[in-house]
């Protein structure tokens, strides 16, 4: 059984950046792939972008690439959301997951453990 919590969160103005930490305890956490999702109000949860604990290669939603980057610390067995760039269109709760693929996917129905979520606002 995977725990994981995010924090980081917060309200920022267009352009500017955050950093969302997701710290994991229990289990082989650096045997998991670990994501990013969001979701907007209305909105399906949507893939952010994964870090793959096989390789430590990343990979991003195309909304995302080149703004965002996703990171990890297995010896702190905490994962990053770098976000730069802000736009109004990516306020959302985020949330950090978790997945025996040896790959991060899009699909949250690959996805066993979840944590409870951040906001994130971006003001224009």
């Known amino acids: 059984q995977v725990q994981l919590v995010e924090s980081g969160g917060g309200l920022v103005q267009a352009g500017g950046s955050l950093r969302l930490s997701c710290a994991a305890s229990?289990?082989?956490?650096?045997?998991?792939?670990l994501g990013w999702f969001r979701q907007a109000p209305g909105k399906e949860r949507e893939f952010v972008g994964g870090?793959?604990?096989?390789?430590?290669?990343?990979n991003y939603a195309d909304s995302v690439k080149g703004r965002f980057t996703v990171s990890r610390d297995n010896a702190k067995n905490t994962v990053y959301l770098q976000m730069n760039s802000l736009k109004p269109d990516d306020t959302a709760v985020y949330y950090c997951?978790?997945?025996?693929?040896?790959?991060?996917?899009?699909?949250?129905?690959?996805?066993?453990?979840w944590g409870q979520g951040t906001q994130v606002t971006v003001s224009s």
């Open positions: 997951t978790a997945t025996l693929h040896p790959y991060p996917t899009g699909r949250t129905v690959d996805y066993a453990y």
């Open positions: 229990g289990g082989t956490v650096r045997s998991y792939s």
């Open positions: 870090i793959a604990w096989s390789d430590g290669r990343s």
